[in-house]
């Protein structure tokens, strides 16, 4: 046999190690404890949901998985901690809708895109209503906007923030309706649900969780859901933005990465057992009492696709909205 014939057979039989290699890894994995970056302060509703999955995949995984809470700069710090990360599997990432598809427009300097991770699952979607306090007279979005035009800015709109999904989507109205609201900034979501509740603020978005016990108690009127054609099991008779002629859809959602180059086998067994998880009763008892998710799950190429679908619409929202973060 000749050099180029046994260089062929070298180089296949690495090729078959490399594979081998690879299934064994999979197959003995996880040999020691899991660290979970989740992008927010302890105590915010995606924290719990991080923790919630760490206590349920440590039983699946047979190893502890520990969240380490990384907040700070609209999720930047902890996706800048991600890909720095080994990617051997023991550094998984929880992530967002806005993390992954507004930053990179929110930000003219990025330390990570997207496509910088090895994408395992896309499991929820925030359920999202747009809320007015009980005493403004309006019961839908269109009327909502008339109120709006014949005073223009004078109807109050509540945001947790500059940059935050409320911010965001008053803007979006105002381009699309060619109506001015008055932004009222709060420090975070808690001050922002208390004072829409007594009235201190007429307009705002929440998750239908949060806007639940107010709802109930008639402080708060829900006038529609930012939910694209499908209405939420958890708002009644709340009609979409899209059945009263907008065409707003962007509701922020959950997902799970790693850092790039890490093994699609690894991968492939934590989507295997997220997607298990979502079929857990127990888990979707606690998940689902928040009343504020639509679970969903899928592949690792489902979630690429939802990640490049959604980087369309994100890069529409910045532009309209004129989104800057830096």
Request: a neutral charge.
């Amino acid at each position: 046999m000749d050099s180029a014939g046994r260089f062929l057979i070298a180089l296949a039989l690495a090729g078959a190690a490399v594979t081998v290699s690879s299934a064994v890894l999979a197959q003995a994995y996880p040999v020691k404890p899991i660290k979970m970056i989740v992008p927010s302060p302890p105590g915010s509703l995606s924290d719990r949901v991080g923790r919630l999955l760490t206590i349920y995949l440590s039983q699946s995984f047979g190893q502890a998985i520990v969240a380490e809470n990384r907040a700070g700069a609209n999720g930047t710090l902890a996706m800048e901690t991600c890909a720095r990360s080994a990617p051997d599997g023991y550094t998984v990432c929880m992530t967002d809708g806005n993390i992954m598809t507004l930053n990179p427009y929110a930000y003219a300097k990025l330390s990570y895109h997207p496509h910088d991770f090895v994408p395992v699952i896309h499991f929820a979607e925030l359920e999202q209503s747009l809320v007015v306090s009980s005493a403004l007279p309006v019961k839908s979005v269109r009327e909502l906007v008339e109120l709006a035009r014949s005073h223009p800015g004078e109807v109050t709109w509540g945001s947790a923030g500059a940059g935050s999904s409320m911010h965001l989507y008053l803007e979006w109205i105002q381009v699309k309706a060619g109506v001015r609201f008055n932004h009222i900034l709060y420090k975070g979501p808690a001050p922002l649900v208390q004072a829409v509740a007594a009235g201190e603020v007429q307009v705002t978005s929440l998750t239908t969780g949060t806007a639940a016990p107010f709802v109930k108690a008639g402080k708060l009127r829900p006038i529609a859901l930012i939910a694209g054609q499908r209405r939420s099991a958890f708002a009644g008779d709340t009609p979409t933005f899209a059945e009263q002629g907008f065409d707003l859809d962007f509701r922020n959602w959950l997902a799970i990465c790693f850092p790039k180059g890490t093994p699609p086998e690894i991968a492939r067994r934590w989507n295997e057992e997220m997607n298990r998880l979502l079929a857990d009763k127990g888990f979707l008892e606690k998940i689902l009492s928040s009343e504020s998710f639509t679970l969903t799950g899928g592949s690792p190429e489902d979630m690429a696709a939802i990640i490049d679908k959604k980087l369309k619409v994100g890069a529409e929202l910045a532009r309209i909205t004129k989104l800057r973060y830096d």
